[in-house]
């Protein structure tokens, strides 16, 4: 933050002697940017440049221009306090990130220090908002105990007389969300014939896949991510298994089905409501389309944390810390994502989770 105020010094200074522009206001968004998870971190980027090129094209925020820097973190927590402090570095005012939870929560600590706004528009796990070191992290996706409500529910209901198997990646995403459904199913009279975990990473699940298969497991809850959920899919529909596979809102990728092919027919995942199908995304969606990039999954989520810090600083008068924080606890802000506003846990208030269902290469409502 004291780089960022010394910037703004530096720009008015500039600004009294040459009569130049007023400074540019420096934001961020971070995410897998490479690695296994790349196809999220593309996701964010798009969305990030998109917003920042309409909100420029639109005059800037209150005169000043913005300027994205891109971190990349691999969804690796170690790395994202590295990329935290290098956007410190960076003197910047707001980040829109980070995507995995296991990143979002360490990189809260440095923004929370730093004075630098936090709006993650993918971290789903409770202790993000729960515990969060300070009063400018937020988000603008959903929690896992909710996703874990409605998941919990439909296995116990859907699927009581099946024999359900419930497994993890041991991140701090994949457990929370496997726990949370786990718990919510448990309460709902239905118990799992199989709880285990699975190491993220690795490109052959055939022992895994062999005990699901003995122990006639019906239905696969898998707590993680679309690139170890696609193979175990499709090393089960190898051994002639035809187990429904079940997970959450980190398979919204097209990635998913170029790894499952065919196999991935049928498969179910809970996301909140495709921001893609709102009128107010439209004009957002036709921009990205048009210039050969993604709105799938969390581009549109990205685009809208931005677009809300962005109103908010217009609503404050400046980009500094306290206001803008202030007038995200208080406003209501327009979005692609619909009308939003912040609870006092810095949680969004917006509609929950609903059902999708993967079918010919495409993933959509239920």
């Known amino acids: 933050m ?31 940017m490479t690695g296994q998870y790349a196809s999220f971190g593309e996701q964010m980027k798009a969305g ?16 000043e221009k913005l300027v994205l820097e891109v971190g990349d973190d691999a969804c690796d927590p170690k790395q994202a306090v590295a990329v935290a402090n290098q956007l ?3 003197g910047v005012a707001f980040v829109a990130g980070h995507f995995c939870s296991g990143s979002s929560i ?27 070191p300070g009063p400018g992290v937020f988000r603008v996706c959903g929690r896992d105990d909710q996703q874990g409500e409605v998941a919990g529910t439909y296995l116990a209901t859907e699927f009581k007389d099946k024999n359900i198997a419930i497994i993890h990646d041991k991140t701090a995403y994949g457990k929370g969300l496997a726990d ?31 005990k699901l298969k003995q122990d006639n497991i019906n239905v696969l809850y898998v707590g993680g991510y679309h690139t170890e959920a696609g193979l175990i899919k499709r090393q089960m529909v190898e051994q002639g298994m035809d187990t429904i596979l079940v997970s959450g809102d980190a398979l919204v990728t ?13 498969t179910l995942m809970t996301f909140s409501p495709d921001p893609r199908k709102n009128a107010e995304a439209a004009p957002v ?9 993604t ?28 206001a803008v924080v202030k007038a995200l606890d208080d406003g209501d802000f327009n979005t692609v994502l619909g009308k939003l506003s912040f609870d006092d846990k810095g949680d969004v208030t917006l509609p929950g989770y609903v059902w999708y269902e993967w079918k010919d290469g495409k993933y959509d409502y239920k």
Not at 6 to 24: K, N, P, Q, W
Not at 106 to 132: C, H, L, M, W
Not at 285 to 292: F, Q, R, S, T
């Open 2 to 32: 004291k780089k960022y105020l010394l910037a703004s010094v530096a720009g008015v200074a500039a600004m009294a002697i040459s009569g130049a522009a007023l400074a540019d206001i420096v934001i961020a968004t971070a995410g897998p």
């Open 106 to 132: 360490p990189a809260s600590q440095v923004y929370a220090e730093e004075g630098i706004v936090q709006i993650s528009p993918a971290s789903t796990n409770p202790k993000f908002t729960d515990e969060r």
């Open 180 to 210: 949370a459904t786990k718990e919510v199913m448990n309460k709902a009279g239905k118990q799992e014939s199989l709880y285990e975990a699975y190491t993220a990473g690795e490109k052959d699940y055939t022992a895994l896949v062999s």
């Open 88 to 90: 410190v570095g960076k």
């Open 48 to 63: 990030a440049e998109q917003a920042v090129a309409d909100i420029n094209a639109a005059g800037g925020i209150n005169g």
């Open 254 to 266: 097209d990635e998913y089905w170029s790894i499952t092919g065919p196999s991935g027919e049928g």
């Open 285 to 293: 969606v036709k921009a990205l389309e048009d210039a050969g990039k």
């Open 295 to 322: 709105a799938e999954g969390y581009a549109l989520y990205t685009y809208a944390a931005i677009q809300a810090w962005a109103e908010a600083v217009k609503a404050a008068g400046s980009a500094d810390h306290d």
